[in-house]
């Protein structure tokens, strides 16, 4: 089956820097990368998602990036603040299979330190 | 904003007991799941579930586990005869039937004992 890592298990940024996350995946035929984000107490929430046929998408201070061909997607955040500290986890997501079963990653713990 | 809702936050129960995890998913949405959490290691999926019947299962999901959705609303995960290492996080999802967009509740904290 998919098998999706991600890095770095903890990040620890200034308010304001950037912060990066990446993750691999093995299954080449993977083709929907969502990214969530989980508050303390809270379930996972979708923050921005990417299609297989798109290399990036942006949304504020968000962006993801895919490279099919390395079978890598990271996640970017400018501009970070407090309330960006979270878990923040990769998913993948194989066409065939149930829509809806998604591979995660083991997720990063994000500090933003003001 | 219309959320996934779980009952109850936290389950405490013995080992060998029967437990029942309870979901209320978003109202319009037609796909269920039940993913699970153990303690630092990966959120993993268990079942969907569509159209009133399972559409998938994963190896995890053995006869122990059961799905059901007993009236229009409410969707839950039965464990029966819990082990320890049933011990985890319990998350419900939701989607409709437009795109992949899985939308999770807060989750149901496990503990056997």
């Known amino acids: 089956g998919e098998n999706v890592e991600q890095h770095p298990s903890t990040l620890s940024v200034q308010e304001g820097d950037s912060a990066v996350i990446k993750c691999t995946y093995s299954d080449s035929a993977s083709n929907y990368f969502p990214w969530y984000k989980q508050e303390l107490g809270k379930g996972p929430q979708l923050i921005i998602d990417i299609r297989s046929n798109v290399g990036e998408k942006k949304d504020q201070r968000i962006a993801v990036t895919l490279n099919k061909t390395a079978k890598h997607f990271s996640l970017h955040i400018t501009e970070t603040q407090p309330e960006d500290s979270a878990v923040y986890f990769c998913a993948a997501s194989r066409p065939g299979s149930t829509l809806g079963r998604l591979y995660f990653g083991r997720g990063t713990q994000l500090t933003v330190w003001p | 904003e219309p959320e996934v809702t779980q009952t109850p936050s936290h389950q405490v129960t013995q080992m060998g007991q029967e437990v029942i995890l309870r979901c209320v998913p978003i109202?319009?949405?037609?796909?269920f799941y039940w993913y699970r959490q153990i303690l630092g290691q990966k959120v993993e999926f268990l079942v969907s579930?569509?159209?009133?019947?399972?559409?998938?299962k994963s190896e995890i999901f053995d006869d122990q586990f059961s799905v059901e959705r007993p009236d229009g609303s409410n969707f839950t995960l039965k464990i029966r005869s819990t082990k320890l290492e049933d011990s985890a996080m319990y998350f419900c999802?939701?989607?409709?039937?437009?795109?992949?967009?899985?939308?999770f509740g807060s989750g149901t904290q496990l503990s056997v004992l």
């Open positions: 999802a939701s989607k409709d039937r437009t795109n992949e967009k899985l939308f």
């Open positions: 579930f569509y159209n009133n019947e399972i559409s998938e």
């Open positions: 109202s319009n949405h037609l796909y």
